[in-house]
């Protein structure tokens, strides 16, 4: 009998290592990518909870002290209930095992990343292809590259927009729209980001790429490129130094948006991490709990696997982990839902569960269905009806948990990860009998 | 005060407030007749009901039995619309499905009385279906149909029909202005109306605008303007929603009685569908309109005794708007009449005022030429209307869209919706991609909208915000609410007009918030999903708050 994972988003992937770590055998069943695979190319582990618009730049504080002050700040977070020993230990673990990503040194400053958006924001950590701003020495002057004809992204608008953060937050750096030739045909306009990336990858792209970059620099000079995320997909880490060395200086890529090759990226690293584990590529729509129990699982092709122990890694909405078809429920055990460490109470209306209790008026506001989950206990076993444990060797993982809000925390894949991690480690150990 | 010979000449023959269809069409209408009018509209052009209607310019079948007359001018009307703005139209079959023989009996008379009317407006004639012919024609049909009967409406973008018209009142000399509120109507020697005193919502700044007529086709707000000059015109606003689906449920628009007996449908409009509609007094604010829970609810639920599928479908939005009824007290407000009066307040004390109230989207130009041959007899102007002859801008010749799309290097898809929305415009739209191809490119990729066509929406149909754009080419009103390109219209905006990217940021915002709350009472299944998505994609790299 396996431990069953039931998702592979980073909080299966880092389950799945850490049971396989443990000794156990494990089966990873999941149906189609949820949000992982719709990530930029940013790894979160906090947001600085302190962190006050126009605050100067290298006011950054580490990576630990962000994490800290999230956990002190918000009480029900993972980081705040399994502590951030346990988060640096699992990501010590699952990042050197997922490679797309520079390891974090927890005593660092946070680092300073581009948005496609014109926007700064700080991350622990991100992948290759990204750009750091705080890597640039003061004074550097970014080009800002629009590839011709690819809209995208308006370089005039996005350097205008850096310029404005720079200012407001006395960062020494300077951003300037750059127009390159790239696109070959008329039809190229249309193609998709990671068709674009397609091309680059091509057998003279990055030569070409790298051409178009030093022929601007001599109009134009600059210091440093920032691209658009279509800096490959396979070859991403390549791709970036090789254009490095042809046009002379740090190139990197702005954060992307969903559906873009940053999001392609963390998926195919995490079909790497999982490719000596067993799959199955099913949903999973049922548990067989019996005698406290978790015995098996049930796939949507009708297959039954027995389980020596689950980890529930379904995500939120996204992934499907919660679904609102009327009132919201966690459609495999129907779990109940908490926020803010207590049984949520769905304000219902005869009809269906009513959206406006569940959404704040605001589109950003901190909206309580992006902050429902299951409950669980401190070894992150999810909580049943009476408020005990559904099960001894049932764990959960992820942006199911509830206490986390990854779109305000700023805290998404560190709380997959850390969760993930030790939900994998802890159900290896309860698989007993 | 009596005038002196001092006083300068009005500067215009007729002040028009409101941009909605009526507003709109009555700008056209005086300025084909040669009139120099002005028009002020508060919000956008159809802001109000006219675009935020079921979108149909249909004869009002249930109206047949009351109102025959109104049945009737609206179907003449619909065929003059036709007419003028054949691109704007589209047919749309509609079934009225039978719960028993009898039933379907019952509507088959109906229908043949109102086949009268159909050749008025170049529609079809019914058929009546058996239940295995309308279960081949829409599959999602409940069991409990025994048949159906089939008639036909036309479908139009209302929002675009404002911005026809007012575009061809001003090639024609008109002064028209959004995002402009009239504060007060100036009066002079004996009450009599002298012009407005206008307020420039975006740019700031008020001035004084001189004229001897001032008509107001505020539609809902209509009692609020006529206030301002302390006069009471009643009206019995009625609030209407719609439920916006994410893409085409059927090739048919599908009738059902709602929970209360009333009629609702589903039907498929451009890209998207539409059910509705409600029709609730409404007794709050018209400038920040919200579908509720319950409304959202009752036509599901309505619907569901037809289409059991429906609450599978996702919800991208929901649409929302008063109608300025005729008012009379002790009416449901289903029954209340949907014809119009044309208020001349000389004999209330205000010379020179008039209010419009009531009124139908299928008879709006039956309604501005009236009101336009009040405007031109006090005025002393003799010219006759002409709006039911001659085409709107676009509406003039037909053109093929696939010419359009290989000539410009577009989607031929892109170059169908484009021909829509623009009719022989298009081609003026699309010109600049000659000498710029960077304007091939998609904006919102729902629709499509190329950023051609964003600017055109700015440089020529006086879109100043997204929610602008959006209401001129239906950008962002799609399944992604904006998430893929609130912030690329943002930005377009923000070049053509000269503002900052951090207007641009506060605009996509806006945006994003506005398209929010619009669904936020239908929130449910995979919207959820997308919600999730969106909200995660801009706070994380939109640098919010």
Redesign the interface.
């Known amino acids: 009998m396996s431990v069953v994972i039931v998702g592979a988003g980073v909080a299966g992937a880092a389950a799945a290592l850490a049971a396989q770590a443990a000794g156990a055998r494990v089966l990873v069943a999941s149906g189609p990518p949820g ?1 992982s695979a ?1 990530c ?1 190319g ?1 790894w ?1 582990v906090a947001f600085d909870p302190k962190a006050v ?1 126009g605050d100067r730049s290298d006011a950054r504080p580490t990576i630990e002290t962000a994490a800290q002050r999230l956990a002190a700040l918000r009480r029900q977070h993972p980081y705040a209930r399994l502590g951030l020993g346990a988060a640096r230990e699992a990501h010590a673990a699952v990042l050197s095992r997922l490679g797309a990503y520079a390891s974090i040194v927890w005593e660092a400053p946070l680092a300073l990343v581009a ?7 700080t991350t622990a950590t991100a992948q290759s292809s990204v750009l750091r701003l705080d890597s640039l020495p003061a004074g550097t002057r970014v080009a800002v590259v629009e590839l ?5 992204l ?1 370089a ?2 996005v350097a ?2 850096l310029t ?2 720079a200012t407001e937050t006395r960062a020494d750096l300077t951003f300037v729209p750059v127009e390159v030739d790239f696109l070959t045909r ?2 190229d ?2 193609l998709a980001p990671h068709e674009i990336a397609r091309m680059v990858e091509a057998s003279d792209g990055v030569a070409r790429l790298g051409a178009a970059l030093s022929d601007a620099r001599t109009r134009l000079p600059f210091g440093a490129a920032l691209l658009p995320g279509v800096l490959g997909v396979a070859d991403a880490a390549t791709i970036v130094d090789r254009l490095r060395a042809l046009a002379g200086v740090p190139v990197g890529e702005m ?1 992307a ?2 559906g873009t090759p940053q999001g392609l990226r963390l998926h195919a690293a995490i079909e790497a991490l999982l490719a000596d584990i067993p799959q199955a590529p099913a949903r999973v729509v049922g548990v067989d709990v019996e005698r406290h129990r978790a015995r098996a699982v049930r796939l949507e092709d009708g297959t039954v696997v027995a389980a020596s122990a689950v980890v529930l890694a379904t995500g ?3 992934g ?1 982990g919660l ?4 009132r919201v429920r966690e459609p495999i055990l129907d779990l109940p839902l908490y926020l803010d460490g207590r049984p949520a109470t769905l304000v219902g ?4 569960a ?3 209790a ?2 704040g ?4 506001d901190r ?1 309580d ?2 902050r429902l989950g299951v409950g669980w206990d401190d070894r992150l076993r999810p909580l049943g009806r009476d408020g005990a444990v559904a099960a001894a060797n049932l764990f959960a993982a992820g942006d199911l948990l509830e206490g986390h809000d ?3 925390d ?1 805290s ?1 894949l560190g709380v997959a990860a850390t969760t993930g991690f030790w939900a994998g480690r802890w159900a290896a150990e309860a698989r007993g009998a | 005060m009596v005038a002196t010979s001092a006083e300068p000449p009005a500067q215009f023959d007729a002040v028009i407030i409101g941009g909605g269809v009526n507003g709109t069409g009555i700008a056209r209408d005086l300025s084909l007749r040669g009139a120099k009018v002005a028009l002020f509209e508060k919000h956008d052009f159809g802001f109000g009901a006219s675009g935020n209607s079921s979108g149909m310019i249909h004869g009002g079948p249930r109206y047949l039995e009351k109102d025959a007359d109104v049945t009737r001018r609206s179907c003449i009307d619909s065929g003059y619309i036709q007419r003028i703005a054949p691109h704007l139209l589209f047919r749309i079959p509609f079934l009225l499905p039978a719960r028993s023989p009898r039933r379907l009996f019952e509507y088959d008379t109906f229908f043949d009385a109102y086949d009268v009317f159909q050749p008025l407006k170049r529609g079809k004639r019914h058929t009546v279906l058996t239940r295995d012919e309308v279960r081949t024609l829409e599959p999602g049909l409940s069991d409990a149909i025994v048949g159906a009967v089939t008639f036909d409406e036309w479908g139009i973008d209302g929002a675009r029909l404002c911005i026809a018209n007012v575009v061809d009142a001003r090639e024609h000399g008109a002064s028209v202005a959004n995002h402009h509120e009239v504060e007060a109507i100036v009066r002079g020697a004996g009450g009599a109306v002298r012009g407005v005193v206008v307020k420039d919502l975006v740019g700031g700044g008020r001035r004084t605008v001189t004229a001897p007529i001032v008509v107001n086709a505020g539609g809902a707000w209509g009692p609020k303007i006529a206030a301002l000059t302390g006069l009471t015109v009643k009206m019995r606003p009625g609030k209407g929603i719609h439920l916006v689906l994410d893409r085409r449920i059927g090739n048919y628009a599908v009738s059902a009685t709602a929970v209360d007996g009333r009629t609702i449908f589903a039907e498929p409009w451009q890209n998207v569908s539409l059910v509705g509609t409600t029709d609730d007094d409404y007794y709050g604010s018209l400038d920040d309109l919200r579908a509720t829970v319950d409304e959202v609810q009752y036509l599901l639920q309505s619907m569901e005794s037809v289409l059991p599928g429906i609450r599978q479908a996702r919800i991208i939005g929901t649409t929302v708007g008063v109608r300025p009824t005729l008012y009379r007290y002790g009416v449901l407000e289903d029954d209340l009449s949907r014809d119009h009066v044309i208020y001349d307040h000389d004999r209330d004390g205000v010379p020179g005022l008039f209010s419009l109230v009531g009124g139908k989207l299928a008879s709006y130009r039956e309604l501005a030429e009236e009101a336009s041959d009040a405007v031109a007899a006090r005025s002393g102007n003799p010219t006759r209307c002409s709006t039911h002859l001659r085409p709107l801008p676009g509406g003039d010749r037909e053109i093929d869209p696939r010419a359009l799309a290989e000539r410009f290097g577009i989607a031929e898809y892109a170059a169908r919706r484009l021909v829509y929305r623009h009719g022989s415009r298009a081609e003026r739209v699309l010109a600049p991609i000659l000498s710029d191809p960077r304007l091939r490119a998609t904006t919102c990729t729902c629709e499509p909208v190329l950023e051609a066509e964003v600017r055109w929406a700015v440089r020529e149909e006086m879109a100043q915000s997204c929610e602008d754009v959006g209401r001129r080419t239906r950008l962002g009103l799609g399944p992604c609410g904006g998430m893929r390109c609130a912030a690329k219209c943002a930005q377009i905006v923000a070049q053509e007009t000269g503002r900052s990217p951090a207007w641009a940021r506060a605009e996509m915002t806006d945006f994003l918030a506005a398209r929010f709350v619009a669904r936020r009472p239908a929130l449910d299944g995979d919207q959820v999903r997308q919600e999730e998505l969106a909200i995660a994609r801009h706070r994380l790299a939109g640098g919010l708050p």
């Open positions: 949000a719709l930029a940013a979160d618009r948005t496609d958006l014109g926007a700064v924001r011709a004809g690819y809209r995208e308006d005039l608008h205008q927009s404005d953060w008329r039809s306009a249309l954060l948006g969903p939120r909405f996204l499907g679904v609102k078809e009327g209306a005869p009809f269906g009513d959206p406006t569940l959404f008026q605001g589109v950003f909206h269905a992006l990854p779109t305000t700023g998404g």
